[in-house]
């Protein structure tokens, strides 16, 4: 079954390193993505990283996956305050015809 | 590239009529679209998947007569909720994905806010 997981909340220091961490439990998953959520708007797409790769990096954000472990982690390197919002992860399962299935959100809160 | 609207941001109604939600992809061509729905602090429940010109597949429990989807265009689609109830207000966000992409990225509206009184 589908079911992905996320720790509910981070604080860090603005300049800090953020890390936020998801586990899931399909390994046929084709693609996993990392979304941001600002207050009351949408879902904004940062990354995303194809299941047979094991890192990305795109300027400030860094994707590490563990296929062996399900386990997927973006960092977010010299955090600010803009950066303060709810991070979603999600995987994508070509079986399942593509849909997204999403954790449950990290909050993230960055302290000046 | 790859912006989406809705239509209306927020919207209130009285319970008992219908609410039309409008998802546009402004500057690519969605061959599928996706509705969702969101609760206050919670994660995306994917409510239905629309592709251009055929009917929408809606997940289990998902009522399709009372949520009317219609993707009629390849930059178009709509979600009415009918005869709503105050139990259906909530966030209302709709994706939409490109025929051709590597990444077979969904590509999110700003969300709709029904309130339903």
């Known amino acids: 079954g589908e079911d992905v997981e996320q720790s509910l909340f981070l604080s860090v220091r603005e300049g800090d390193s953020s890390v936020i961490n998801c586990t899931y439990t399909?390994?046929?998953?084709?693609?996993l993505y990392w979304y941001k959520q600002e207050p009351g708007a949408g879902l904004q797409l940062l990354t995303y990283?194809?299941?047979?790769?094991d890192m990305k990096q795109d300027q400030r954000l860094t994707v590490l996956l563990n296929k062996k472990d399900k386990h997927l982690s973006l960092r977010i390197a010299d955090t600010q305050t803009g950066d303060s919002a709810i991070y979603f992860c999600?995987?994508?399962?070509?079986?399942?015809?593509?849909?997204?299935?999403f954790g449950g959100g990290t909050r993230v809160l960055v302290k000046p | 590239g790859a912006v989406v609207s809705q239509h209306p941001s927020r919207v209130i109604c009285k319970s008992g009529t219908s609410v039309k939600i409008e998802c546009r992809s402004l500057?690519?061509?969605?061959?599928?679209m996706f509705w969702y729905r969101q609760f206050p602090k919670q994660s995306l429940m994917l409510m239905a998947t629309s592709n251009e010109g055929s009917k929408a597949t809606y997940e289990q429990g998902v009522e399709k007569d009372k949520f009317l989807i219609n993707h009629a265009s390849l930059t178009l689609s709509t979600l009415t909720v009918t005869s709503a109830h105050p139990e259906d207000s909530s966030f209302y966000i709709c994706?939409?994905?490109?025929?051709?992409?590597?990444?077979?990225?969904?590509?999110f509206g700003p969300g709709t806010r029904l309130t339903v009184l």
């Open positions: 399909d390994s046929s998953s084709t693609y």
């Open positions: 500057d690519f061509q969605a061959t599928t």
């Open positions: 990283i194809f299941s047979n790769m």
């Open positions: 994706s939409a994905r490109r025929g051709i992409s590597l990444g077979n990225e969904q590509f």
């Open positions: 999600a995987e994508s399962i070509r079986a399942a015809g593509n849909k997204l299935t």
